[in-house]
């Protein structure tokens, strides 16, 4: 029902910012919730940050707080999540997901339906 891609992965130094991007495909965006997760090697995934349909709730993983923000724009069916002050241990693959409006739940995979494939975020120091 919806396809995601997700880019603007890339190289940092400690300290440096990112911003990066996941375009749904489809006319079904709004109707979902939004993440964030990332996998950083040998680690499990885990959530970075949620927005809900229309933009109005958000939530992030302690980490993250103060540091990231997600926003989306469904008028361009794209979701964003900047990265600021970002630390070596922010590396890792960032995924985007969708979940249907049933899913109340935002930090386990499963409370998602739809996955994009993947960014590479590399900070270095």
């Known amino acids: 029902q919806v396809q995601l891609v997700e880019s603007g992965g890339g190289l940092v130094q400690a300290g440096g910012s990112l911003r990066l991007s996941c375009a749904a495909s489809g006319r079904t965006f709004s109707g979902y919730g939004m993440g964030w997760f990332r996998q950083a090697p040998g680690k499990e995934r885990e959530f970075v940050a949620g927005?809900?349909?229309?933009?109005?709730?958000?939530y992030y993983a302690d980490s993250v707080k103060g540091r990231f923000t997600i926003s989306r724009d469904n008028a361009k069916n794209t979701v964003y999540l900047q990265m600021n002050s970002l630390k070596p241990e922010d590396t890792a693959v960032y995924y985007c997901?969708?979940?249907?409006?049933?899913?109340?739940?935002?930090?386990?995979?499963?409370?998602?339906?739809?996955w994009g494939q993947g960014t590479q975020v590399t900070v270095s120091s």
């Open positions: 927005i809900s349909r229309s933009g109005g709730s958000t």
């Open positions: 997901a969708a979940k249907a409006l049933v899913v109340t739940g935002w930090e386990r995979d499963r409370d998602y339906a739809y």
